[in-house]
């Protein structure tokens, strides 16, 4: 009898494990309008709670909107995602300004400003990698009706965009 309940167990557990999603990936949507920073990041909200608990070893809920205007969670997106005009420079101020869930995944609009119309941008996304070793950030941005795809993982985390 024990051993067909621990069989029960085990087939459940592996079956509770399909129905999480099996990529770790985020998409950021960058649309530049004269000196005006339009980001849309989309992401899955376990990823974030599983980062949470793995640096505090407790719980959150994400959905809560006090723990996604939190220190740790601003400052885990603000110093995992920066864009920077020049190499060396301080990065662009960037402002979350809504967040948004639909079922396993969540959108962060995000504002920001340039200090004058790029020619360049300097792109560092690191966003979760160190949590999942397969975690892939992609990253579209949009200038004058063109679009430009970016791809950062654990071993790329910054990039030099030209838009000129």
């Not at 990529?23 to 649309?31: A, F, G, R």
Request: some cysteine.
């Amino acid at each position: 009898m024990k051993k067909c309940f621990l069989i029960l167990i085990i087939v459940f557990c592996a079956q509770a494990r399909t129905t999480a999603h099996p990529l770790h990936l985020s998409v950021i949507n960058i649309t530049i309008q004269g000196k005006e920073l339009v980001i849309s990041m989309n992401t899955f909200v376990d990823d974030w709670e599983t980062a949470y608990y793995h640096y505090h070893s407790t719980r959150i809920d994400l959905s809560i909107p006090e723990n996604y205007r939190g220190d740790w969670f601003l400052t885990s997106i603000f110093e995992a995602f920066e864009i920077r005009e020049e190499p060396g420079s301080d990065p662009i101020k960037l402002k979350i300004e809504n967040v948004t869930f639909d079922e396993l995944s969540m959108k962060i609009d995000i504002q920001g400003r340039l200090r004058k119309a790029p020619k360049t941008l300097y792109i560092y996304n690191a966003i979760l990698t160190d949590i999942f070793p397969d975690q892939n950030n992609l990253v579209i941005i949009s200038l004058d009706n063109k679009q430009t795809g970016m791809k950062f993982d654990y071993k790329t985390k910054q990039e030099e965009l030209q838009l000129r």
